[in-house]
């Protein structure tokens, strides 16, 4: 009796090992298929700039890593990967690459210089929200912007009209300093 217990007992902690190796191994193939994801839409909605971002993915947290050139690349990309979905959260870790640029100037002036971008950066992205809003009405405030050096963002609700998605690009691209324009569904 004592000895069938144990047989049992033995086959039941198998058979949770091996239930518990099954859920690991399907948990880390989730978390695979959600980097592959991030990073293909990042490849998608940045171009070539998408190739210097890593990307690791854990139970929905996905961690951007590397060196990108532009300060709109490492914000964009952290606004791409936010807006595919099973993405929880994202943790930015790109950097700039070094400070100094090829016309030789130092560290202070280039972190001057970006202070001077930052500031247009929030310029353009007010003028384009009171244009949606001019133009769009209340689904003009259901669009989320951003902005960095001319390159702008727009996240459209899912639920917003096609047409009016539509309009708001044609409103982006209209703004005199916008050099691309992104689209990115709102969840």
């Not at 902690?13 to 990073?39: F, M, P, Q, R, Y």
């Not at 994202?90 to 690459?97: F, I, K, P, W």
């Not at 090829?102 to 930052?118: D, V």
Request: hydrophobic content about 45%; charged content about 35%.
């Amino acid at each position: 009796m004592r000895s069938r217990s144990i047989v049992i007992l033995t086959i039941a902690l198998a058979a949770l090992l091996g239930a518990s190796t099954a859920l690991v191994a399907a948990e880390a193939e989730a978390d695979w298929k959600l980097g592959l994801k991030v990073k293909l839409e990042l490849l998608t909605k940045l171009g070539a700039d998408g190739l210097g971002v890593d990307v690791d993915a854990a139970e929905g947290v996905v961690t951007l890593s590397g060196e990108v050139e532009k300060r709109e690349t490492r914000e964009l990309a952290g606004t791409v990967a936010g807006s595919v979905d099973g993405v929880r959260r994202v943790d930015n870790r790109l950097t700039l690459e070094a400070a100094e640029n090829e016309a030789g100037k130092g560290k202070i002036e280039s972190e001057l210089a970006e202070a001077g971008r930052e500031v247009e950066d929030g310029l353009l992205e007010t003028k384009l929200r009171l244009a949606l809003i001019d133009r769009l009405g209340r689904d003009g405030f259901r669009i989320g912007t951003e902005a960095a050096s001319g390159v702008v963002t727009l996240e459209i609700p899912k639920d917003l009209d096609r047409d009016r998605g539509r309009e708001a690009v044609k409103i982006a691209h209209g703004l005199a300093g916008v050099k691309k324009v992104v689209t990115i569904d709102k969840r």
